[in-house]
Structure formats: C-alpha cells, structure tokens
C-alpha cells in the first residue's frame, strides 16, 4: 500500500477545462448501454401495438404468433394480474384531479395509436419481431378527439367514462395569493388609458428524440431483481416498482448504465419497463427489450403541446401592470408520471424578470387520444419565457421603442436583489443590466440595428431581424416543502456520500443519475479541491440503487446545485471526521492544525499528513484515538431552501428571404448568468446543445398528428431534428452573479439554453417582418409560414390539413403493408 | 428496427443478376446501396423474400466516354459521380446535383442507377438525368433496350423497369462547356428537397444557345421545364429574360402538399428557384 501524495498546490480543479472523463468509453460505444447486455438464457420482447388512436378491443388472436419460430409466450392484458403494477401519476396538481388508471397494455380499449395490446417473448429479438406481425386484433374504431382545441369542447371524448376530456384547472391568483394586486383591475384599466396586448401563442408538440432508444433488461434470478434501464431515474423507478407491484423495495435493485440522452424522456415510469419486470418474473429467465426508432418517436412521451392565450397589460409609455394567462395543455392520453404538473413549473416564471405588479395564471389540463406528454427540457419553462418574451417584443413594438429599452423599464434591478415576484418566488441573486450589456457588446447590437434599416430602407428582397430573449428560469428541483405544497409526489433532497479507499483514492457516491451531463468529471473537480485530491484520483459511482442507495435522479438542472451541494458537505464531514485522527497521529493539538492543499499541516513546523496517507492509517488502524471510529466515509443529505434562477440575455439575428420564406440564422449570442461556473467547457457544451435544441423548436420540429390521430411525423424524415450543419457557431458568454442558495454559487444550466432561445429565434423572425405588418409567425417558422405570413397577413396557419409522410409511419408497427410501388432500389 | 427474415444473393455479373430476378420474380427486391431500400425493409413497409444485391458488380461501376455521350453505370456512388471529371466536363448539371444528395454517409452507399430506378419524385437526381436527355439502358431477358426519360419516369416510384430487368446505366449526351446550378430548398441539410431545380445553360456571346431546366418533387415524376426552356433560348441573357421565363416554371406542375409545403406554396417556390437556378448557371 502507497499513500498518494497530496496534489500540489497550484490552480484549482474548479473553473478549470477538464476533458470530461466519460467520453471515450461514450464516444467510442466501448461501453454498458443497457441493449449491449446479454445475458445466459435471455427471452426478447416485441410489443403490438394499436394503429388506431382509439377503439375497443373486440379480440385478440396470439395463436399464430404462439406458434411460430422461437416463440415462448405471447400475452395480452387478460393475461396479467394486478402484480404487473401500474404507470403512476406522481402529479396530482388538483384534488379533484381526473385522472384515468393507466395500465401498461391497454385492456378492452385503446386510447392512442403506439399503445401497447400484446406482447411477445422469444428467443431473440427478430423472432419476437417477426411474431408480432402475426397477432391479429380485432378493434372497432370509437371517434378519437386529437387536438387541444377539439378537446377542450368536451365533444368527442378520449375517455368517455370519465364524461370530460378535462383534467384539471391550476390557478395562481396574486391577489388571492397576496404577492399582488388584482389582475382584472389592471387590464380594465389599461383598456381605459394604456396599452392592452392580446396574443394567442401554440407551443407544438415535441419528441425528446434522445439518440439512444430506450432499453430495459430485467433478471429475476438472483435474490434482489435486477433491472438495468435506459433511464433518467433509476431511484424513483426502484419505487414505482415497488409501490405498484407488491414486490418489497429491498428485492429491487435498479441500475441505470450509460444512458445515452434524456432530456426529460426518459423522467418516465414506462409501460415497457413494467412489462419486462413481470414477464422476466413470470418466466423466471431474463428478458430484455429495446425500442425502435419508430417506436421511441411514436409511444416514448412527448412534450410541450399548449396553447396560450396571454393578456398584458401596461400604461402608455410601456410599464407593464398586469399579466393573465390562461392555458390549455395536451396532456394526451393519460397524466404521465409528472406530465399532469408541467405546465405548472411554468406559472411561475411567465412573470419572468419583470416587475408586474398583478398576475393570473390559469391552466386547464385537457386529454387527447395522443401519446402522454411530460418533461422535455426546460418543462413548463420554455413555454412561459416564450410568452413572456414575445410578448415583450409585442410591448416594445405598440410603444415605439426598441426591445431591449422596454425591457429596461421593467426589470428587476441588480440592486433589488433578493427580489420577491408576483408569483412569489424569490430570487436570490442576478444582474440583468450587466448580462445585457456585455452581450449587446458582443453582438454588435448597433452596427445590426443599422443594417436592418438599411435593408428596409433598400426593400432588400433578404429582411434582417434582430430577436431578444432576456430570460430567467426556476431550476435546481427543489426545495421539498415546496414541492409538497405543489402536491408533488415526491422531495427534492440529493444524496452523496464520500468514500476514501485504504490507497487513499476518493470514491464518490451521487444519488444524481447522469445520461450525458459530464457529472463524473465536474463532481471530480469539486471532490478534488475540496479534499485536495488529484482529479484522477476521484472515481464518481452513480445509478445503481446498490451502489447509490439514495437518491432523487438527474432532471430539472438539479445535479450540481442540489447533488453538488450534497456532495461539498458529505466532503467536508470527511474532513471534519479526519482532523482529530491527523492531530493524533502528528502528535499536535487540533488547534494547531491547518488543512491546504490536501494536507494537514502542525502550525509553525514542517509536520504535515496527506489525506491519501490518512486513509491508509485509518484502514490499518493501529493508531487511532481512543472512541474513535477507523472510518472516515461520510454521507451528506441536501434539501435546498429555494429554487435557482440563472439569467441571460440572449440576441439572435435571423435573415428572412421575402421571396421563399426561408429563414437563415447570421448571428447569436448569448450571456448567460449561471453563477460560478465549475467547468466552462461542459457548460459551453451545455449552453451550445441548449440552444440548438431550443432553435429547433423555433423552426424544424413538430410532431403532427392526422385528424385520425396518426402520428404523420414519425419518422426523422418528417419529424426534422437539426444536425451541426443546420447551426451555425455560436457566441457564448457569462456574468458571475454566485447564487446564494448553494455554497458553491452555483446555478443550473442544462435547460437554459432550451429556455432562452426559442423567443429569440422568433423574435428576430417576427422582427425581420415587422415592416411588412407581421406580428407573429406560428412554431415552427417554416419557410412556407413565414412566406404566408408576408403575403397573407397571416401568422402562417397551420400546414396539419396538409400532412403527408415521406414513409407511412403507422404501418411499421401494425403489420406488413408493401405501400410502395415499383422497384425499390 | 429489423426487417422481416429475407434471402440474400450477390450476383457478380449482369447475366447472374438477371436469372436471380427471372428465378425469383416478384419476390425480390433489388438493392443497390440501400439507402431507400433498408429503411423500406427495416419500418417493414415492405417484406421481399429476396434481397439481390448488385454491389459486386463491377461491370456496372464507373463513368465511360462514349463519344458522343457519356455512360453513367448504375452502381457507381453518388460520391463517386460528385467527383468524377468527365460527369464534370460534360454533365455538370449532374455533378451539383449528386453533391446535394442527403448526406456524405448516404453518398458514400447511395448510387446513381438506385436512386434513379427508385423513382423518388423528391430525388435529385431525376430532374437533371431528364434535363440532359439521358437515355436509361436496361437488361432483360431479352436483352438490352434503351428507354428516354419521359418513357422511365412512369409514376411515383414507377419506371419502365420490369420486374425482370434491370438498370444499368444512364447515358448522357454531352453538354460540354454547358454552365450549370442546382438550386435545392430544404428546411434542414439531409432532407428531401420540398422543391429544387436544376439548370444548365449554353451561352455564346450573350446569347442563351442551350437551356435545359428540371424540376424536382414538382409532381410525380421528375419535370422538365420546356415553356422555360424555350423562353431562354435565343435570347440575350438578360436579367428580365430569366426572369419571365423564369415565371413559366409552375405551367402544368402538379406538386405534393406535406408537412414542408401545400401545393400552392410550392408552385410559387418553383418560379423563384428556377430564377435563382438559372440566374446562378449563368454565373450569378
């Protein structure tokens, strides 16, 4: 045994840009995704599942695909009984909730198409596929209600039973609530003598499209369960198990291996996941299943799906004085995991950095015969800050003035921080004067304005618009008592536990579950400077409910600012356990002790003991206190006090081709302010990633359903993600306001980018247009949108009455239709 | 994503290739790079009891000078095309074209003689194999015969190929010195283009000697675009010449309406393409 040697004291780990540690084995597949794992004996599952978006199930014929090749059983809900467990809504915003049971394969009816009606196991993948083109089922078809608009009607019913296609009416009041005054008052009176802004604002569907399908293995063998999924939330999936199936927590062991992206799709309890849990228990052999693409973009949970309708209100010269929104969300078929209480992580933030004095938000969540929606990055939150900050935009336009003065007006200022909003969140800390101005700088904010006038001027065929988004968003999931009073179903806490081996290496434990956010290597960086370790010697162990026995996952920018913070405390309780065992083996008082750079050092000689030779003497215990225990592990439990608000300003210029209604992006920039930054290169990585997610939104993607409730964009054909070629290179920044919730200053960055710049997209889109008696073009802004937009007046309607796909997605699943002619080449 | 079970056969000359399609009929799909056909195979849109794969033909691979014209073999890769000098001298229209086919990855599997046979109206490569008068030469049993494209394109993904035939190879008369752009329009880089147009042009002195103009996913079969055509020829190639000849391009067009476009959308899309194609053919 060698004791390593404390690292020299030089810069420190955190700010620094560290290679993320992960990579090569992510980057070159040279690793454990959950559909690389085979086990002795393993059956495959194959599910069939429903073309039609709503019909009853009049009969099921499994005999042929019982028969064929390599098929050991095929099973439909008569098959199951109540150990299979249920898809649970952990959510309920309202007490009166309506909220259908949701079994994981449809029993007499099915409520979307994708839903699951039988399932095969065989012997391998193909043979279970094959199998399930052979099951025949009978359905007969009932109307299905597909369309936010056609459902808040309450007249075709995507469960009749429940008599209403309506689930739920969240309200937040500030006069009620007494963060304000009374929002009816403020518009009445601004009809009267100010300015009222009236805008109706569709947020299209969305599919997280995470690059690695989802996939679960379960074997039943050994005395705990194992299941490895594909997950984002191996502890809350442990639980839902458990809840649901009868089977104890404690026969459970749930792991989350590299999991290949998530944003928010894959914060799901999943039907299949319940499926393979009780086939691989009834079989007793391990069962494995993994989704196609088609089926990932058909029945994994969608997101966003609003429309709002938004009222502002402001006096004459621009200040605003009140703000209603009121809300129809989609939730689809059924009320997700979280999916019944998204749209409510946005009531919040529609106040956004301003000051309104009065404030409304009324949600009514509405079922469909579509696929359930829940998270996708940004949750709620994109959707507000799209509508806040368009409707700024709409503000400065009515005013006369530009974007980012009416903006000015209205803010919170850097002086009246901690700022208690009309929403009654209270945010800590942030300074929007100085992100704006930094990034106007980089921008070159003038110089565009003066080309935008000269092109107008011209009547320049290619329009050029300058778009602002000068966002905040809540994040860090959160404080418990918060989420209580939400009616949440679960807490917020984080778990970490530090661990030092006899070789004086560092084991680090986070109950938050990574699926691409670098925290192996930025929790490194933490450890290594709070104990004075070499990065490398830091090994980050996470997502296996055995190894990492507590914990609340990765979503909602929650890893560093709660499981950072866990984890600084769990680091120092190692230091505090530590001291006395290194003042008795250095033969010093504690108080004459210092701790720098990894060593304990006897004040005033050069006496000193690294940490990495602590934990050596510590394992061997020879020479320990007396009462002392030889073990210097520690654990921490973090429970924020409040949310995090990081802040940006975000400036995008967008030309416009008047001819064609292309858009092409020219510039963006952002600044964003995400308090001290741990390491710069994964948060560039962060932002950069952030933002093409947030621009597709703005103008690619859209998951369009038929009036019969066919997913037309099912395929990537049709369903338009951007690659690197479709962005262009972004410029990034930031301004330093530390949060004050955290000891490290932290504040989340996953979901800012998402956040921020779908408005300014849009912004500057509108903005291009503006001249042209343009106010608002329809996400995505298709060329074809924004060509309408012009030469109609329009804001681009809708292209749904058109939709085509390139490949016929419904038949991929339900059986061996030939739709093409010719030769196939 | 796993296709139904299938037989596979690799022929390595054109005779083997044509009694796999005789023995196994209306069983067999041929493939030809695939990248129509596997993602056909694997959504199981379609279940051939036979795959016959013509990637080991070498006979049908590369670029000859035929005098007069140039042969395009069937399997030659679309990147192969892209870059191939005599495609360049004599075919430009063909060249900017291959260069915008989907993806490098695609281009690197795709060929020539696939993608035309698969007949996409949103291919790229249709319109400009029309514009130059290529002749399409197919083996069957009964030997080799040499169809135009107005007979090939028969429909949405309809050619004049029978079951028991193949494609071979384009013949292209040569358009040497012809200047040449292909104005493609798509919402994000690997998509089919929701309209594109393709143009080539002979100038001398001023004077527009040559025009040949095609217009892709304007219907179901790559268009030529003749009332332009004529427009062009023999006049001055003048701004206001493109231009009205420009505004013929949606005469008699019957384009698709998708999630990218109505129809209406798309016959205003084309006259601004066609302007901006020949525009640039000219030289910008």
């Known amino acids: ?825 | 994503m796993i296709p139904a079970s299938f037989d596979y056969v690799a022929p390595t000359t054109v005779e083997e290739a044509l009694a796999a399609l005789a023995q196994y009929g209306d069983e067999a799909k041929i493939i030809a790079g695939g990248q129509s056909l596997l993602p056909v195979l694997r959504m199981r849109l379609n279940a051939p009891e036979w795959v016959i794969d013509l990637g080991r033909i070498d006979s049908l691979k590369g670029v000859r000078d035929e005098g007069d014209s140039i042969l395009i073999g069937a399997m030659t890769r679309h990147c192969d095309v892209a870059t191939d000098p005599l495609v360049a001298e004599h075919a430009a229209l063909v060249a900017r074209a291959t260069a915008t086919v989907a993806d490098e990855q695609v281009r690197h599997r795709g060929t020539f003689g696939g993608a035309l046979a698969h007949a996409d109206p949103a291919g790229d490569l249709g319109a400009p194999a029309l514009a130059l008068g290529a002749e399409f030469v197919i083996a069957g049993p009964a030997g080799e015969r040499v169809v135009p494209g107005a007979e090939f394109f028969q429909g949405l993904f309809e050619t004049a190929v029978s079951e028991d035939e193949l494609l071979t190879g384009v013949r292209i008369p040569k358009h040497t010195g012809w200047t040449a752009h292909y104005e493609k329009f798509v919402r994000v880089a690997h998509q089919w283009p929701i309209c594109a147009v393709g143009a080539t042009l002979k100038v001398s002195g001023g004077v527009i000697e040559g025009a040949a103009i095609g217009l892709t996913n304007m219907g179901a079969t790559p268009l030529r675009a003749s009332g332009v055509e004529q427009a062009l020829v023999g006049q001055q190639a003048t701004e206001e010449v493109v231009h009205s000849a420009a505004a013929l391009a949606a005469d008699g067009v019957e384009p698709p309406s998708d999630l990218n476009g109505d129809a209406d959308y798309r016959r205003h899309l084309v006259t601004v393409l066609t302007r901006r194609a020949i525009t640039q053919a000219l030289g910008g």
């Not at chain 1, 690389?36 to 429903?50: D, E, F, K």
């Not at chain 1, 391990?286 to 209100?313: C, F, M, N, W």
């Not at chain 1, 290169?681 to 703005?698: D, M, R, S």
């Open chain 1, 1 to 825: 045994m060698t004791a390593v040697d404390a690292r020299p004291e030089q810069a420190t780990e955190i700010g620094r840009d560290r290679r993320r540690k992960e990579d090569a084995r992510l980057i070159t597949g040279r690793t454990r995704w959950t559909d690389n794992i085979n086990l002795p004996g393993m059956l495959h599952l194959a599910m069939v599942r429903s073309p039609f978006a709503h019909a009853r199930i009049t009969g099921i014929d499994t005999s042929a695909a019982e028969d064929a090749e390599g098929v050991v059983t095929v099973l439909a809900a008569k098959d199951f009984d109540e150990t299979l467990g249920v898809c649970i809504n952990a959510w309920p915003i309202t007490p009166d909730q309506k909220a259908p049971a949701h079994p994981p394969i449809a029993n007499d009816r099915v409520t979307f198409a994708g839903e699951i009606v039988a399932v095969v196991a065989a012997r391998s993948a193909a043979a279970a596929r094959d199998a399930a083109e052979m099951v025949e089922v009978d359905y007969e078809e009932l109307p299905a209600v597909v369309s936010l608009e056609e459902a808040v009607k309450d007249e075709v019913l995507a469960h009749p039973d429940l008599g209403t296609n309506k689930s739920a009416l969240w309200v937040f009041d500030s006069a009620q609530a007494g963060t304000g005054g009374n929002v009816d008052e403020a518009i009445a009176s601004a009809r009267d003598d100010g300015i009222v802004i009236e805008r109706t604002y569709r947020q299209q569907r969305l599919i997280p499209a995470f690059m690695e399908p989802r996939s679960v293995v379960c074997d039943p063998t050994g005395e705990q369960i194992t299941v490895w999924s594909a997950t984002q939330i191996p502890h809350i999936l442990r639980f839902a198990f458990a809840a649901t199936t009868g089977v104890p927590e404690s026969k459970i062991r749930v792991i989350a291996p590299d999991v290949g992206g998530g944003f928010g799709g894959k914060l799901q309890q999943t039907p299949e996941e319940m499926l393979v849990f009780s086939i691989a228990r009834r079989l007793g052999k391990p069962v494995k299943y993994t989704e196609t693409r088609s089926e990932s973009l058909l029945s994994a949970h969608h997101g966003r799906d609003q429309i709002q309708k938004l009222t502002l209100s402001a006096t004459k010269d621009g200040q605003v004085t009140g703000l209603k929104v009121e809300l129809d969300a989609n939730l689809g078929a059924y009320v997700a995991i979280v999916g019944g209480g998204v749209p409510v992580l946005g009531a919040f933030m529609f106040n956004a950095i301003y000051k309104f004095p009065a404030y409304q938000f009324n949600c009514q969540t509405v079922f469909t015969n579509t696929t359930w929606t829940d998270a996708y990055r940004g949750a709620g939150r994109p959707e507000a800050t799209y509508a806040i900050e368009r409707l700024m935009d709409e503000l400065a336009a009515e005013v006369g003035v530009d974007p980012l003065e009416i903006r000015e007006k209205n803010w919170i200022t850097h002086e009246e921080f901690p700022f208690t909003t009309v929403a009654g969140l209270t945010y800590d800390s942030g300074n929007y004067e100085a992100a704006t101005a930094k990034a106007k700088e980089m921008f070159g904010y003038d110089e565009l304005r003066r080309e935008q006038a000269e092109r107008r001027a011209n009547n320049d065929p290619v329009q050029l618009g300058i778009g602002v988004s000068t966002f905040t968003e809540m994040c860090g999931l959160a404080p418990s008592r918060v989420l209580g009073s939400l009616d949440y179903g679960a807490g917020g806490w984080e778990h970490a536990q530090v661990r030092l081996t006899p070789t004086g290496k560092v084991e680090v434990i986070t109950g938050a579950s990574a699926h691409g956010q670098g925290h192996e290597t930025a929790f490194s960086q933490i450890v290594a400077d709070r104990l004075g370790v070499p990065f490398e010697d830091v090994e980050v162990l996470h997502g296996d409910t055995q190894i990492a026995a507590k914990g609340y996952d990765t979503y909602g920018s929650r890893s560093l600012v709660v499981g950072g913070e866990a984890l600084v405390r769990a680091a120092d309780k190692v230091l505090e356990k530590a001291k006395p065992i290194a003042a008795h083996l250095l033969e010093a008082s504690v108080d004459d002790l210092e701790f720098t750079g990894g060593r304990w050092t006897v004040r005033g000689t050069d006496q000193g003991m690294s940490i990495g030779e602590l934990s050596t003497a510590v394992f061997a215990a020879h020479n320990l206190p007396d009462g002392v225990e030889a073990n210097l592990d520690s654990e921490a439990t973090f429970d924020p006090e409040n949310f995090n608000f990081p802040h940006g300003t975000h400036l995008c210029a967008m030309e416009v081709d008047t001819e064609t209604g292309q858009v092409k992006m020219r510039k963006y920039v952002c600044c964003d302010d995400i308090g001290n930054i741990i390491n710069p290169l994964i948060v560039a990585g962060q932002v950069h990633g952030g933002l093409v997610q947030g621009i597709a939104q703005a103008l690619w993607e859209d998951a369009v359903y038929d009036d019969a409730g066919t997913l037309v964009s099912g395929s990537f054909v049709d369903y338009l993600l951007p690659t690197a070629a479709d962005t262009i290179s972004f410029d990034i920044d930031h301004t330093t306001s530390p949060a004050t919730t955290n000891t490290l200053g932290t504040k989340g960055v996953g979901e800012a980018g998402t956040i921020a710049s779908t408005p300014a997209v849009v912004n500057a889109v509108v903005d291009a247009l503006r001249p042209l008696g343009v106010h608002d073009v329809t996400m995505p802004c298709t060329p074809e949108r924004v060509w309408r937009a012009i030469n109609e007046g329009s804001a681009g309607g809708e292209t749904t009455g058109a939709a085509a796909a390139h490949f016929d997605p419904s038949t991929g699943m339900s059986g061996n239709v030939d739709r093409t002619e010719g030769d196939v080449q």
